[in-house]
């Protein structure tokens, strides 16, 4: 008996014409991990939702086809049927803790089942124990890595025997993927079934038995494993001429950021020169983000301090000419807010002619009356990087732009980002965990590690540093496998 | 098409009932891109999603409704803290914590009632808003749970619901307003405070602070309602 | 909130209603040298029960707020009584916050599903309570986007409206769609009745004795 067989399923969500999955079938045997992907919008949420029994309990659309779960017609059972079964780590982990206590968020899911306390107690210290975590930390103290711990111990604690996770290493740093790693080997080769939604193929693969990809709402088994991931983590050209290093034009020295007794950054020293294309790389969760925060002056510094340069008026005041720096978040939902994408793009541009051309540039005429929350994920980020560029900043931050992109939607952002960096000459600092946009993106790189700038130098300390993880993948991977076979 | 084919289809809250030829033609062009066999049914027979009543007055809340109508007092919450920074004149000046939750109070219930028009939901965000006030000020947490239910009244008797947006203005607009005569009642019969003294010796004072109070529940409103119709059309505030 | 808890608090309820009547005790009283004495006993109450911390926490606001208030009191009525009346107010609204403030929301939930509660009531009040720390960081969130898109001025109206207002609201739509996924795959269901109660809140003997105590000092209060 399956775990989970979907037989020709075809959905199309309420407010939708178009149909997200088309016919789709898969199936997930006990005692495998299983990869599921496919590019952005290509339906693998959908796909996920019907297996939880979201669809069509919480979200509601039109439907076809047969699903199983555990051998149970999922058209037959309800919603806490199905999640007797089916155990779901979703995304966004921070907006899924409603409690304040570790052992009362991992509990909840328990209670809501209707375990015994006894259970509940043996569950959570479980849980606890596979992910890493103490029962009475503070939930809203923990890091970003630990809160994903958190959210999928919470399903661990529940017991289900087929489990869903959703883009799981989307927060976790190399600890936490590994501790995630190991418990989820476990859980397979103890006849566990489970499910990975996941674009970072290359990440996965790894660990995954069976890889399935979507396409147009339609999935198919992958045969060709390393072929296929090989194609999807192929790395983008860089089409920018080498730069040389010009003046300088923000100076960090041994700067640090503290946050209560947590030190994220100490002695840092860094400068951005105009002209050049700065790679930030590192770890989940190392501080590249809050170093991006301190550089554009979004806040500063607990110690050492940061300097702006203008070739005409010297050191800059903290608030002058602020919109030299322009910052690209990961999360393009904080930075839209106009009614329609012209008038987006055209905020806050100086030249609105300048600005019309951008949006021409990123191909975004024919969205120019659409409003900016009614696009996909994939154009929204379009629509804020081309309204950043749009006011023409010396320094353009791209913090994390792969997060939630497919291969062709980051070539075609990152074509774009080059062109206007030929054309203007323009600074860009990327901060990345992403391989495929490294060399693209890359005149010189600074990794950061422990906190501080652990290296800097060419497009070779980039290489190096994605070599290092993918080895660093690769070991852990066969590290997991062998204790399992050892046990 | 499939005679038991409409089992499939899940509406929750609207039905469809437009099977025009339009939708015939949309309808035999899925069919094309799918393959040639027949589509099966998700549900067996005779089992279907739990649907709502389109038209009824009370509808039951899904988790859905409970989650967003909390976490919009959870933001009225928060932003109302500045409240915190008035406590020293709350029995004294009439109107002052009505003054300066003003816009809080009335900016997110429009939009929480916009997106869950259910009968109850102004009274569920006056609980889950009150929680906190529980312990700081008991009479406005009954206060705030009486104006609730008084609302939610004659939201069923004049509009049978919230269905139109007149209804949540309706209710949104008078919600913090209502308040003020409640604690003018209570600080006279209760506690004796300065506030009525002031409001008695200075009556224009206190109908100033009024009329800024009923201005800004109306403003916060229509500013509630504008941005739940951008949002609703731009679909990110679906039912 | 986190650091003032007690190891052993009173009965939620008991919490929530002795904070009710020392509000309506203290302000009924307010004008006799009673309500002085009845508040510090009661202050000394909690104090005894453990709350300590809280306790203290809520001396320098009780000293600054209640400064202001008479202050102000005092210039409006230039009466003597009417500005006592004000300070024993105050201190009773100080008084009134202190079970508030040690109580973990969770043990007021347990304590509501314990008595079989709605659940949708138990789930709304725990989002309500629980969510402060993540809208706060997306406010700020919101606040360092507008000044990245160069609408850094919030007194602007419109710039308010736009660059504020509408991304929490985009925000708070995402959160809640997430939150109410995972409540749900996690098995939570309005209608189940069968659902468990991990820590059991329990009326206790000292609960009973601390409900005595303070029944028997607000009467007191007002008969004399």
Not at chain 1, 151 to 156: E, G, N, R
Request: glycine share 8%; hydrophobic share 45%; aromatic share 8%.
């Amino acid at each position: 008996m399956n775990a989970v067989r979907l037989s020709r399923i075809s959905f199309r969500y309420e407010e939708s014409r178009e149909r997200t999955l088309n016919g789709a079938d898969f199936e997930l045997n006990y005692g495998e991990i299983a990869l599921f992907s496919g590019a952005s919008g290509s339906g693998k949420s959908t796909l996920m939702s019907i297996i939880c029994g979201i669809i069509p309990h919480i979200t509601t659309g039109e439907i076809y086809g047969k699903a199983y779960i555990d051998g149970e017609d999922a058209g037959g059972m309800t919603m806490a049927q199905i999640n007797k079964k089916v155990g779901v780590v979703l995304q966004n982990a921070d907006a899924q803790i409603i409690q304040s206590i570790v052992e009362d968020e991992i509990a909840f899911g328990c209670e809501n089942f209707g375990m015994s306390r006894e259970d509940i107690a043996l569950n959570v210290g479980r849980a606890c124990d596979k992910m890493g975590l103490s029962p009475v930390w503070n939930t809203r103290t923990l890091s970003g890595g630990q809160k994903q711990r958190l959210i999928t111990a919470c399903t661990l604690a529940t017991g289900q025997k087929i489990i869903v996770l959703d883009e799981p290493l989307a927060n976790l740093d190399g600890e936490g993927a590994e501790i995630l790693a190991g418990a989820l080997r476990k859980l397979a080769s103890k006849g566990y079934a489970i499910l990975i939604i996941e674009h970072r193929v290359d990440k996965v693969a790894p660990y995954a038995d069976v890889i399935w990809h979507i396409e147009n709402g339609r999935t198919e088994r992958v045969t060709d494993k390393s072929g296929y991931v090989s194609q999807r983590v192929a790395r983008i050209l860089d089409i920018c001429a080498p730069s040389s290093a010009g003046e300088t034009l923000i100076r960090a020295e041994k700067v640090g950021f503290r946050v209560k007794d947590r030190m994220i950054l100490s002695d840092v020293d860094l400068e951005v020169y105009r002209g050049e294309r700065l790679l930030i790389l590192g770890e989940n969760g190392c501080g590249k983000t809050t170093l991006t925060r301190l550089l554009s002056g979004i806040c500063r510094p607990t110690s050492g301090r940061i300097e702006r340069f203008d070739s005409k008026r010297g050191i800059l005041g903290l608030r002058e000419k602020r919109h030299d720096i322009g910052v690209v978040y990961q999360n393009p939902n904080y930075q839209l807010f106009m009614p329609t994408v012209e008038k987006e793009i055209a905020f806050g541009a100086k030249d609105k002619a300048y600005a019309r051309e951008t949006m021409r540039l990123f191909g975004l005429e024919r969205l120019a009356d659409r409003h900016p929350q009614s696009l996909s994920e994939g154009q929204k980020r379009l629509v804020s990087v081309a309204a950043v560029c749009a006011s023409a900043p010396r320094v353009l931050i791209l913090d994390e732009p792969t997060v939630g992109q497919d291969h062709e939607n980051l070539r075609r952002l990152v074509t774009l980002v080059s062109e206007l960096h030929s054309r203007t000459g323009n600074s860009v600092i990327t901060v990345t965990h992403d391989a495929r946009c490294a060399d693209a993106l890359c005149d010189r790189a600074a990794v950061v590690a422990g906190g501080t700038i652990a290296m800097t130098g060419g497009k070779e300390v980039a290489d190096n540093f994605f070599k290092n993880t993918e080895k660093r993948d690769i070991m852990r991977f066969y590290t997991q496998k062998s204790k399992v076979k050892l046990r | 098409m499939k005679e038991n084919e409409k089992d499939n289809v899940v509406v929750n809250e609207k039905e469809d009932k437009t099977n025009t030829g339009t939708q015939i033609l949309k309808d035999i062009k899925d069919a094309e891109q799918t393959d040639d066999r027949a589509e099966e049914n998700f549900f067996p027979e005779g089992r279907t999603v739990e649907k709502c009543k389109e038209g009824a007055i009370f509808q039951p809340f899904r988790i859905k409704d409970i989650v967003f109508l909390a976490v919009m007092a959870a933001i009225t919450l928060l932003t109302s803290s500045v409240m915190m920074l008035v406590v020293p004149l709350l029995t004294t000046v009439f109107g002052i914590a009505q003054l300066v939750t003003g816009l809080q109070l009335s900016v997110f219930p429009a939009i929480a009632l916009s997106k869950v028009r259910k009968t109850g939901s102004l009274f569920l965000t006056a609980l889950f808003t009150g929680v906190i006030q529980l312990f700081m000020s008991p009479a406005m947490f009954v206060s705030n749970l009486v104006i609730g239910f008084i609302l939610e009244l004659l939201v069923i008797a004049i509009f049978r619901g919230y269905k139109s947006d007149k209804a949540v203005f309706f209710a949104v607009a008078l919600y913090n307003p209502l308040s003020l005569p409640f604690n003018y009642v209570y600080n006279k019969i209760i506690n004796e405070a300065a506030m009525t003294a002031v409001a008695e010796n200075a009556p224009w004072a206190a109908v100033g602070m009024a009329a800024a109070v009923c201005t800004l529940a109306v403003v916060g409103t229509l500013v509630g309602l504008k941005i739940a119709k951008e949002l609703k059309k731009a679909g990110v505030l679906k039912k | 909130m986190g650091t003032l808890k007690v190891k052993e608090p009173v009965y939620p309820l008991l919490s929530v209603l002795s904070s009710v009547t020392v509000l309506v005790f203290g302000l009924v009283t307010a004008k006799s040298v009673a309500a002085s004495v009845y508040l510090g006993g009661v202050w000394l109450l909690f104090l005894v029960f453990g709350y300590w911390k809280s306790c203290l926490a809520v001396l320098p606001f009780a000293i600054v707020a209640g400064g202001i208030f008479c202050g102000i009191t005092y210039a409006l009525s230039k009466d003597a009584t009417t500005t006592y009346a004000a300070a024993n107010r105050i201190v009773a609204v100080c008084v009134a916050v202190i079970p508030g403030l040690a109580l973990e929301p969770i043990a007021l939930i347990r304590n509501l599903s314990g008595l079989r509660a709605p659940r949708i009531v138990t789930l709304g009040m725990m989002i309500a309570l629980g969510f402060f720390p993540l809208l706060r960081s997306e406010t700020v969130r919101i606040r360092e986007a507008m000044i990245t898109r160069g609408a850094g001025n919030v007194f602007n109206p419109r710039i308010f409206h736009r660059a504020f207002l509408v991304p929490l609201v985009v925000r708070l739509v995402n959160i809640s769609d997430t939150l109410a996924l995972s409540v749900g795959t996690r098995g939570f269901d309005p209608k189940d009745k069968n659902y468990t109660v991990y820590r059991e809140v329990k009326f206790r003997l000292r609960d009973a004795i601390f409900a005595l105590l303070l029944v028997a000092g607000s009467v007191a209060a007002v008969v004399v």
